[in-house]
């Protein structure tokens, strides 16, 4: 007749140990699956930020070789118009 699981002090042992990583520990399993999961985000925004800065230096690139270029990006972004022109904005509703 085996004594019941319970009783068992290894199994005993292995409850315990785990409740207190699962729960109690300062680096807990709850603790390193948040932070897993945040450095997930922080990575993929990493990824974003690096092809932006790609895309803007294309950007800044075009820009300092090319005066029609610089002229479309002021029109288009700052709104600047010659002294003779009028400007008109229109907003698009979605």
Do not use: C, G, H
Request: aromatic share 16%; proline share 1%.
């Amino acid at each position: 007749m085996s004594r019941p699981l319970y009783k068992n002090r290894y199994f005993i042992v292995f409850v315990v140990l785990a409740a207190w990583l699962t729960f109690f520990d300062q680096n807990n399993f709850v603790y390193q699956y948040k932070l897993r999961k945040q450095i997930t985000a922080l990575e993929v925004e990493k990824e974003f930020y690096e092809a932006e800065i790609v895309k803007l230096k294309e950007q800044k690139k075009q820009l300092s070789t090319d005066e029609e270029m610089l002229e479309k990006f002021a029109r288009e972004q700052y709104l600047m118009k010659k002294k003779d022109e009028v400007l008109f904005l229109l907003n698009e509703e979605e």
